[in-house]
T-cell receptor, first 112, second 114 residues
Framework: KNEVEQSPQNLTAQEGEFITINCSYS?????LHWLQQHPGGGIVSLFM???GKKKHGRLIATINIQEKHSSLHITASHPRDSAVYIC??????????????FGTGTLLAVQP | EAGVAQSPRYKIIEKRQSVAFWCNPI?????LYWYQQILGQGPKLLIQ????????DSQLPKDRFSAERLKGVDSTLKIQPAKLEDSAVYLC????????????FGSGTRLTVV
């Protein structure tokens, strides 16, 4: 069993729909990252969370430390949101040696 | 601010050849990471530097892979000799420190070994 699980693995939505991607983890963490990866390999960091909720434009990320669960929401989805969304957790409680553990990603396709 | 720069973007080599990738992190970022991402999988950490020292290289196949960050700024990752299973995207990332703040990825180098 992976230490970081994402669901769904694949998601197809119509433009304008509200989208939710879920991430569950089984290790103690100091932070959780949501990343966006477009075809071609480049990765962009969307959020880094250690508690609560963050919002940036149409993107909202929440984390529940007790339940070891995070969600990424996209409101009013658009075809340009089509990408792979990756959840990654930083194990442990800070410090130079803590690793990022990645989920396998959620492939999102938003159709016009 | 400028992002994490990587070169080349693409590389095709034959098996048993050598290849080197270069990464220039964001100015002031002490921590530099090299990841290997095989198609359909999440990135796997190969090596982590803190300034010019190695923090974690436990998943680096040291018989063929090497990496250095001599002056604590830019870094090179080398594969010698390459195998077919090394075909992947090699991602470089940097952060302000080990806590994950300012974590930024480069665009990656897509390596194809034929």
């Amino acid at each position: 069993k992976n230490e970081v699980e994402q669901s769904p693995q694949n998601l197809t939505a119509q433009e304008g729909e509200f989208i939710t991607i879920n991430c569950s983890y089984s290790v103690g963490i100091s932070a959780l990252h949501w990343l966006q990866q477009h075809p071609g390999g480049g990765i962009v960091s969307l959020f880094m969370l250690s508690s609560g909720k963050k919002k940036h434009g149409r993107l909202i990320a929440t984390i529940n430390i007790q339940e070891k669960h995070s969600s990424l929401h996209i409101t009013a989805s658009h075809p340009r949101d089509s990408a792979v969304y990756i959840c990654a957790v930083r194990s442990g409680y800070g410090g130079a040696t803590n690793k990022l553990i990645f989920g396998t990603g959620t492939l999102l396709a938003v159709q016009p | 601010e400028a992002g994490v720069a990587q070169s080349p973007r693409y590389k095709i080599i034959e098996k048993r050849q050598s290849v080197a990738f270069w990464c220039n992190p964001i100015s002031g970022h002490a921590t530099l990471y090299w990841y290997q991402q095989i198609l359909g999988q999440g990135p796997k950490l190969l090596i982590q530097f803190q300034n010019n020292g190695v923090v974690d290289d436990s998943q680096l196949p040291k018989d063929r892979f090497s990496a250095e960050r001599l002056k604590g700024v830019d870094s090179t990752l080398k594969i010698q000799p390459a195998k077919l299973e090394d075909s992947a995207v090699y991602l470089c990332a940097s952060s302000l420190g080990g806590g994950g703040y300012g974590y930024t990825f480069g665009s990656g180098t897509r390596l194809t070994v034929v």
